[in-house]
């Protein structure tokens, strides 16, 4: 495997079901990333994670939780998820600058969610 | 707070019709502006980097040129596999770790 992967690439699950999105960087980068991407809107970072310290965007409801194990591996656990959170989950990887200058991030291909 | 408006939002050439799209940025301090290519139901792929004004970047028919509110991506004969939404994101000094601002995205369509 190369560059960043992610698991499952769809997913459809009801509003009281419990599920999780994983995603694996092979690029050997120390920090991580979540998106969120809806039709029409720009990306949404949802979490960072960087030497595997988490940086959380307070306005992210608590029915999403990040899980960085190590600087490899990211989960996003999904529980009691609403029809509005329908959308592709990006997963992204960089190195972390910790200053100038900034580094450029690559993403997986996403997880299309789908909450009925 | 950082913000970046793109224009146009759709933009529909002929081949080998060069244009160029907009990134218009606000950040207290760039520390770097990105620009991404995303192709339907797949992740943004990293094109360039750019990180002070006057700096310009090359790939294939794609340039990217960086003034101190703008930044423009310049196609140049494009072909129809150049269709794709670009996006351009920044990163300015005030924000902590490694965090993104993006732009909606320009969507360009190229007709053979």
């Known amino acids: 495997e190369t560059g960043v992967t992610q698991t499952p690439r769809h997913l459809v699950m009801g509003m009281t079901n419990k599920k999780s999105l994983k995603c694996e960087q092979h690029?050997?980068?120390?920090?991580m990333y979540w998106y969120k991407q809806s039709a029409k809107k720009p990306l949404e970072l949802m979490f960072v994670?960087?030497?595997?310290?988490?940086?959380e965007n307070n306005s992210v409801p608590s029915r999403f939780s990040p899980e960085c194990p190590n600087s490899s591996h990211l989960f996003l656990h999904l529980h009691t998820l609403q029809p509005e959170d329908s959308a592709l989950y990006l997963c992204?990887?960089?190195?972390?600058?910790?200053?100038?200058?900034?580094?450029?991030?690559?993403f997986g291909p996403g997880t299309r969610l789908t909450v009925t | 707070e950082d913000q970046v408006t793109q224009s146009p939002e759709a933009l529909r050439l002929q081949e080998g019709e060069s244009s160029s799209l907009n990134c218009s940025y606000t950040?207290?301090?760039?520390?770097?502006l990105f620009w991404y290519r995303q192709d339907p139901g797949k992740g943004p792929e990293f094109l360039f980097t750019?990180?002070?004004a006057g700096e310009e970047k090359e790939k294939e028919r794609l340039k990217a040129t960086l003034t101190k509110k703008e930044s423009f991506l310049h196609i140049t004969a494009p072909k129809p596999e150049d269709s794709a939404t670009y996006l351009c994101?920044?990163?300015?000094?005030?924000?902590?770790?490694?965090?993104?601002?993006f732009g909606e995205g320009t969507q360009l369509t190229v007709n053979p």
């Open positions: 994101a920044v990163e300015g000094e005030e924000t902590s770790g490694s965090r993104l601002t």
């Open positions: 750019l990180y002070s």
């Open positions: 992204a990887s960089s190195q972390t600058s910790g200053g100038h200058p900034s580094y450029e991030q690559y």
């Open positions: 950040v207290s301090g760039l520390r770097g």
């Open positions: 994670y960087s030497l595997e310290e988490r940086v």
């Open positions: 690029l050997g980068h120390n920090a």
